[in-house]
T-cell receptor, first 112, second 107 residues
Framework: EAGVVQSPRYKIIEKKQPVAFWCNPISGHNTLYWYLQNLGQGPELLIRYENEEAVDDSQLPKDRFSAERLKGVDSTLKIQPAELGDSAVYLC??????????FGPGTRLTVL | RKEVEQDPGPFNVPEGATVAFNCTYSNSASQSFFWYRQDCRKEPKLLMSVYSSGNEDGRFTAQLNRASQYISLLIRDSKLSDSATYLCVVNMGDMRFGAGTRLTVKP
């Protein structure tokens, strides 16, 4: 069975440019998470979806970040405009409710 | 206070050593607990869940003390391949991750 798929794996952009990340969760997993991970830190939740509904987006910086999960399957996370401090690894994970999360390989974003 | 706090590490131990990691959490209503392992530049992967009665998986033993809001992970007979960062994860409605404790096992 395929795992969580993320693309791109790496992205380098200049500040103030927009960027988008894509995630396809494991089939049948209704819960999808986006995390941000800085070097030497654990993942920090940005947003959690139950099917197509965002049930927790309290940590998402809504002035520049947006996310969507149309049809309750794959999801896109967007940053516009990107800032230098947004450089990090963006991880997507999926699970059935309350159970083990499976992570994708992440997208490593560098903002210059 | 952080929601999930771990030993800052790093831990550098010889092969065969026993090493213990500690984790405390702030929300007494937390329902489930996990240890994840993350290799360098890789994604986190579940190592083991932590049950109230304590549980063991080979060389790994996890324990939970709800009264003290404390979780531990014990690794016996350390192998070189155990070198990684170990993340304590607490389900507080959402999964909250600790910052991780880095372990290096040396020959």
């Amino acid at each position: 069975e395929a795992g969580v798929v993320q693309s791109p794996r790496y992205k380098i952009i200049e500040k103030k440019q927009p960027v988008a990340f894509w995630c396809n969760p494991i089939s049948g997993h209704n819960t999808l998470y986006w995390y941000l991970q800085n070097l030497g830190q654990g993942p920090e939740l940005l947003i959690r979806y139950e099917n197509e509904e965002a049930v927790d987006d309290s940590q998402l910086p809504k002035d520049r970040f947006s996310a969507e999960r149309l049809k309750g399957v794959d999801s896109t996370l967007k940053i516009q405009p990107a800032e230098l401090g947004d450089s990090a690894v963006y991880l997507c994970a999926s699970s059935t409710w309350g159970n083990e999360q499976f992570f994708g390989p992440g997208t490593r974003l560098t903002v210059l | 206070r952080k929601e999930v706090e771990q030993d800052p590490g790093p831990f550098n131990v010889p092969e065969g050593a026993t090493v213990a990691f500690n984790c405390t959490y702030s929300n007494s209503a937390s329902q489930s607990f996990f240890w994840y392992r993350q290799d360098c530049r890789k994604e986190p992967k579940l190592l083991m869940s932590v049950y109230s009665s304590g549980n063991e998986d080979g060389r790994f033993t996890a324990q939970l003390n709800r009264a003290s809001q404390y979780i531990s992970l014990l690794i016996r007979d350390s192998k070189l391949s155990d070198s990684a960062t170990y993340l304590c994860v607490v389900n507080m409605g959402d999964m909250r991750f600790g910052a991780g404790t880095r372990l290096t096992v040396k020959p």
